[in-house]
């Protein structure tokens, strides 16, 4: 039984080879070296038939070489296929045994690998997922996982947070580590779906893509790293364009679909949302263009037609291969040519490490919208990394602590420096290990005192500048590549505040193990605490004389003891309580002899101070603050004094600058009224820049993720904010507390300071310099913050935008100036009128005046204008390409026949009219000269007129003509040729529904005529008042003027009969059914009448019973409150074309959906009836302020 499925197994093998590389362009080889790789041996382990799985396998080899066509080498062939049990398998393994059958005794034979080396490759055969496109966002994904958890913590984040919070999983070690130091080439695979991306990228270099899921993976080979990126669909990399990248883009259908401008839209839409001039690091790739199943004799076209589409300059170095059908071995041979190309493909990705910071910045500024230049979001999160672990590196030597130490690139300094002048407690208990760490810690008392200190004094300066010289290092090597990239372009501004910040913090490193020094409040020794230290002063030791008493050694040389206090002072010394005890300084016990004949008992202390608090009190500060000194006065109590003053030096007051002390002689200095406080070393300026203009012009310095909630409803979008402006970068010299001259961000007289004029919709400044020649302003754009939408309709009508429905005064913020009327398509914007009369509007053809109320502010009046002359009047440049503004110009009236929808599931083309926006309607009586037709509102198409295409339908028209028709509130549609005719008969609500039959009539057969023709309509007329008549059945032939002839002379008539009229109309559908025609009835009554359901659902079943659910439109032109039975009539007939089953030979298109209308005025009572003769307009919404 073990046999099956050995035997099923093998036959997985060639699916193996068939859809990974056998012999790849790109080898892997970790090995270290090739002698110690074994043969691959391929061991099937049963129980019978030893001797026929070798010719099984080698017979697979050559029918998966036929079938496949695909190159294999003697790879293949070289394995060597054997056969045993199970117990051999083990006796083997475990070191030798005897083989049944032909085999002989041997021992287990493998291949030598170093671990290291094995487990890269072993990592880089699995995928990882980086990245998708989720609701028109760039989602970058953590550790190949998407979290919503992840999404709301980044929140607000600005690009260099999003840098930060991104990782590739276990590539991380191999790009940061591993294979930190070595060279990385990219190949990247794009395309549609299904056409091979991730094939081709297997064979090209020995990945393992399964399937379009996955979207990067990256691989080390040999001497350089080799990065794939794997993308899913060619329209997915929009915003994903890689430096120094390889690109393969694979075309399938090339037969069927030849648009080659659309086909690079995605790469047009990359070079001019991040711009080339200002990212000269990206759009350096080799395109390679692989056309897929091409025969030779379409080899010339399909490269001319590829090179005509590709977009200039953006494509300047094409490279086009045509390569025959998949499964042909000439197919193979492009791999080894793709190959030398990327041999000769120059590296610019120097590091692991570098390339993996680019990926990162990249991926986070798609995310955050941040369309500035990568050198300078790059340099900004080196300085934002730099300084958050400049802290350690300085106090520590090492970029972390917790939860272990991480060292810097160079070997760190054992010992560890506080570098916080506002961290008292560490800074005191560093100087403390620095103190006795020092060789010279225990010779305090065998040397001068002053000696001492400042052999300590020049250790601590020893050890401080070397950390400071070992960060400063550390330092420059990290920012080497941005100062080189600066110095041709401008310096960054963000490495001149880390350099900055830095000269700052050495101040403070020096500062923080500068010594006291003054005299120790316990003894004669110098207090060793740091200068800005508070509290007591201490010299840091137990105040004991550790040398021999000389007084014991005088008189008894044998029995000598401890200097003062620790010997028997009361031997040879007096030893009572001095007579200034208490006093600062003081000692306490007599130091004279014993009986000592002088009065006053006296100790060993020189001064006794006077101990008042220090004279230099309530002195107020630059701030307003008051400062008084913790000190007390130390001269002596026997010396008549006026100003207590304390043993300090120097002034014990603040610079006013910084946060470093006085560097004043004079403690008492800060008493007089014009004293200046000044540490005496060089200040930063911490003043904005003075000089007019926009010092630096940040795409995105503020990349928020808000939630915008509308009327219809709610979902996340990007807020950018541009404002910025610098530091002063003047230094403050020495002893002044400010610079000559004006604020300035730069030093550089040629320094270019932009334009402060803001897009009025989204606020970006200007990125022109101040002053600029240019009429017209430039900037990048962002979002329209500062406007509303506005809808050319009802307040509650929602205006669809990429899948967003907005309502009027919705926020626009989510919506970007350069961007949004691409979204639109063609489009109208609506600003304020700026005419002194609406008569002057007219005679403008760029805009129209609208004579709705609309908001906001709906008293203002209000025009719609084309999109040129919106541009215009912003003052800035239009972003839009000259192609999109060609398409804007023209009117978005559309087509409105059913082939132009999205029937089917298959997207929507839609057909528009081919004059300019605001043209003038044309006569739809005239045919246009060229291909196309005119709709009945004066639009011209360029499609076939979809009343001609369209589903054959009996219309019965049943037309309520009671003595409530005779109301005047409705007349006869004014202008047309029928209106006197009408109007002189019945010139009141029954006449407005004659107009607009008339005109629905006319419309139809105008459309007929231009396409040369014969009407399959068929219609039916019931007239009711409380009878009924039927002047036309099952007409085809009539013209309009034929069909309103019967009906002129109608006349209105008392009573309502719709039980009546129904049943009627029934009669008609019954009798003239027609499988050909569905049948459609369109009921017209001010309502005032009622009806059982009983009669609406007969009708309804006898029209699904034969075949065709009807469609039935009730119209209502009377007040709303008697339009209950016409709604409730609709109602049933809907329901009932809900429930029909459908005619499989109809399109889905053919069954109109029964409705309820209310006619407000003739004009829309007209417009409900020309339907689909008539264009259609999408809901017009535009931005406001």
Not at 143 to 161: K, Q
Request: charge should be neutral.
């Amino acid at each position: 039984k073990r046999g099956p499925p050995t035997i099923v197994l093998s036959t997985v093998t060639p699916d193996v080879w068939t859809r990974f590389p056998v012999l790849p362009a790109v080898q892997r080889e970790t090995i270290t070296s090739s002698t110690l790789r074994s043969s691959r041996t391929l061991v099937f382990i049963t129980d019978r038939d030893y001797q026929q799985y070798a010719p099984h396998f080698a017979d697979m080899i050559s029918a998966f070489e036929r079938a496949t066509k695909k190159p294999t080498g003697d790879v293949l062939k070289s394995i060597k296929v054997t056969a045993a049990s199970f117990d051999i398998f083990v006796a083997e393994l475990c070191g030798g045994g005897e083989r049944q059958g032909s085999t002989r005794s041997r021992g287990w034979n493998i291949s030598a690998y170093r671990a290291g080396e094995w487990l890269v490759e072993f990592l880089c055969l699995i995928p990882i997922h980086i990245a998708l496109a989720k609701d028109n966002r760039f989602v970058p994904l953590k550790d190949g996982v998407y979290s919503p958890d992840l999404e709301r913590s980044l929140l607000g984040a600005d690009v260099n947070r999003i840098v930060n919070s991104l990782s590739f999983g276990w590539y991380e070690s191999l790009f940061q580590s591993y294979m930190a130091s070595k060279a990385v080439k990219v190949v990247s695979s794009m395309g549609e779906q299904s056409v091979g991306k991730s094939f081709a990228l297997n064979h090209l270099v020995d990945t393992s893509f399964a399937g379009s899921a996955m979207r990067t993976t990256e691989g080390v080979w040999m001497d350089a790293l080799i990065v794939a990126l794997d993308f899913e669909g060619v329209h997915s990399i929009e915003r994903s364009a890689q430096e120094d990248t390889l690109l393969v883009l694979f075309r399938n259908n090339f037969a069927l679909s030849r648009d080659i401008t659309g086909l690079f839209q995605s790469f047009q839409s990359s070079s001019t949302v991040l711009d080339p001039k200002a990212n000269p690091s990206l759009f350096q790739s080799t395109l390679v263009i692989i056309i897929k199943d091409v025969v030779d004799s379409d080899k010339t076209e399909i490269a001319r037609d590829f090179m005509l589409g590709m977009v200039q300059p953006f494509v300047t170095r094409p490279r086009i291969s045509h390569r025959p059908v998949i499964e042909s071995k000439e197919f193979y041979t492009l791999f080894p040519a793709v190959k030398r190309q990327l041999d000769r493909q120059v590296v610019t990705h120097q590091s692991a490490g570098e390339f993996l910071h680019l990926m990162k910045t990249l991926m986070a500024k798609l995310k955050a919208n941040d369309w500035g230049a990568m050198s300078q979001t790059m340099a900004s999160h080196r300085a934002q990394l730099i300084s958050m672990l400049l802290a350690n590196a300085l106090a520590y030597g090492y970029a972390e602590i917790d939860p272990e130490h991480e060292p810097l690139k160079i070997h760190p300094h054992q010992l560890f420096i506080g570098g916080g002048s506002d961290q008292a407690v560490p800074r005191e208990r560093m100087l403390t290990v620095l103190r006795t760490a020092w060789e010279g810690h225990a010779t305090r008392q065998y040397t001068t005192e002053d000696e001492w200190i400042a052999g300590l004094t020049q250790h601590l300066e020893k050890i401080v500048e070397s950390r400071i010289a070992h960060v400063r290092e550390w330092l420059d090597q990290n920012l080497s590549r941005f100062q080189a990239a600066g110095s041709g372009g401008g310096s960054h501004a963000s490495i001149d505040e880390l350099r900055r910040h830095f000269e700052s913090s050495i101040v403070d490193l020096k500062g923080n193990v500068q010594l006291c020094g003054m005299t120790c409040d316990e003894c004669q020794l110098r207090c060793v605490r740091s200068r800005a230290h508070k509290g007591a002063h201490d010299c840091q030791s137990d105040h004991l004389c550790i040398h021999e008493c000389d007084f014991c050694l005088a008189l008894q040389p044998k029995e000598h003891g401890a200097c003062m206090m620790r010997c028997v002072t009361n031997q040879h010394l007096c030893g009572k309580r001095c007579k200034f005890s208490g006093r600062h300084g003081c000692q306490d016990v007599c130091t004279k002899v014993i009986d000592h004949i002088d009065e006053g008992h006296l100790c060993a202390a020189p001064v006794h101070a006077c101990g008042k608090p220090c004279g230099l009190s309530d002195v107020q500060l630059v701030d307003g603050s008051l400062h008084s000194c913790p000190g007390t006065c130390r001269i002596s109590s026997d010396v008549d004094h006026v100003l207590h003053q304390c043993d300090a030096r120097f002034c014990s007051i603040q610079c006013q600058l910084c946060k470093r002390l006085c560097a004043d002689q004079d403690h008492m200095h800060g008493l007089h009224s014009d004293a200046i406080h000044l540490c005496g070393q060089e200040h930063l300026c911490t003043a904005i820049c003075a000089a007019p203009g926009i010092c630096e012009i940040e795409t995105a310095p503020h990349s928020i993720e808000a939630t915008f909630t509308g009327r219809n409803e709610t979902f996340e979008y990007t807020k950018v904010c541009v404002a910025k402006r610098l530091k002063c970068t003047k230094p403050i010299p020495p002893g002044a507390t400010m610079h000559g001259g004006s604020h300035n961000h730069s030093t550089d007289k040629n320094v270019v300071h932009f334009c402060k004029t803001k897009c009025e919709n989204c606020g970006y400044f200007c990125t022109l310099p101040l002053g600029h020649p240019q009429q017209e302003h430039e900037t990048r754009h962002g979002s329209m913050s500062r406007t509303r939408w506005t809808v050319d309709g009802p307040d509650d009508v929602p205006f669809e935008i990429e899948g967003r429905k907005f309502s009027t005064n919705d926020e626009g913020a989510p919506m970007m100036c350069n961007l949004v009327c691409s979204a639109m398509g063609r489009h109208v914007h609506i600003d304020y009128c700026r005419a002194d009369y609406e008569a002057e509007c007219t005679s403008n053809e760029e805009l129209q005046h609208l004579t709705r109320r609309i908001q906001p502010d709906p008293d203002r009046p209000k025009d719609l204008l084309t999109h040129n002359l919106f541009w215009k009047r912003s003052g800035f440049k239009d972003p839009y390409s000259r192609e999109e503004q060609v398409n804007f110009e023209k009117c978005d009236a559309m087509c409105g026949g059913p082939e132009h929808t999205a029937a089917g599931g298959g997207a929507a083309i839609p057909s528009y009219c081919v004059l300019p926006l605001f043209h003038a309607p044309l006569d739809p009586n005239t045919a246009p000269a060229r291909v196309g037709y005119v709709s009945s509102d004066g639009h011209q198409f360029a499609c076939r007129n979809p009343v001609v295409m369209q589903q054959a339908y009996h219309v019965i028209f049943v037309a309520d003509h009671s003595s409530s028709m005779s109301a005047t509130d409705r007349r006869p549609l004014p202008n047309t040729p029928a209106t006197a005719r009408i109007s002189a008969k019945s010139n009141n609500r029954y006449g407005a529904v004659l107009s607009s039959l008339h005109t629905f009539w006319a419309a139809r057969a105008v459309a007929i005529a231009s396409s040369n023709a014969a009407r399959r309509d068929a219609y039916s007329v019931v007239l009711f008042d409380r009878g009924v008549t039927t002047p036309i059945v099952n007409d085809f032939a009539s013209t309009p003027d034929q069909l309103l002839r019967p009906l002129l002379g109608a006349g209105t008539h008392h009573g309502t009969n719709f039980t009546l009229a129904i049943q009627q109309a029934q009669v008609v559908m019954e009798q003239s059914w027609s499988t050909e025609r569905f049948p459609v009835i369109i009921f017209l009554s001010d309502g005032e009448c009622s009806i059982g359901d009983d009669v609406m659902q007969d009708l309804c079943r006898t029209a699904i019973r034969l075949g065709k659910a009807v469609s039935f439109h009730a119209v209502s032109f009377g007040p709303a409150a008697s339009s209950r039975n016409l709604r409730r009539m609709a109602k049933i007939a809907r329901d009932a074309q809900k429930n029909a089953p459908r005619d499989p030979l109809a399109p889905a298109t053919a069954a109109i959906p029964s409705s309820y209308t209310e006619a407000l005025d003739t004009v829309q009572l007209a417009q409900t009836f020309l339907g689909i003769a008539e264009s259609l307009r999408k809901p017009r919404g535009a931005l406001m302020r």
